[in-house]
Nanobody, 123 residues
């Protein structure tokens, strides 16, 4: 069974940065592709970024050039570095996992979810 625990959320001013971490436990991490999603109040959960087990990365257009996803297989951790944050980035951010070498680009592809971490960007 896979467990995911996010950390690193908080309150930041527009233009600032945060780094989210997702600690993975369970089956062999290097065999899993990982992703980040977010959900703002009253909106559906949306794709943010993904990294496959072969380290291919993908991003939503809204965060491309500002966010960077990475993974450290030695630490069983995936990161989301968020720079130049905007108020519209405010949401609960969720870590996601799926076995295999796939880009997790939709919520329907996710096998395991973390509990989420709140990111609030003030203007």
């Amino acid at each position: 069974q896979v467990q995911l625990v996010e950390s690193g959320g908080g309150l930041v001013q527009a233009g600032g940065s945060l780094r989210l971490s997702c600690a993975y436990s369970g089956r062999t991490f290097r065999n899993y592709s990982m992703g980040w999603f977010r959900q703002a109040p009253g909106k559906e959960r949306e794709f943010v970024a993904a990294v496959t087990w072969s380290r291919f990365t993908a991003y939503a257009d809204s965060v491309k050039g500002r966010f960077t996803v990475s993974r450290d297989n030695a630490k069983n951790t995936v990161y989301l570095q968020m720079n130049t944050l905007k108020p519209e980035d405010t949401a609960v951010y969720y870590c996601a996992a799926r076995g295999g070498n796939v880009v997790i680009s939709s919520a329907s592809m996710v096998e395991s979810w973390g509990q989420g971490t709140q990111v609030t960007v003030s203007s």
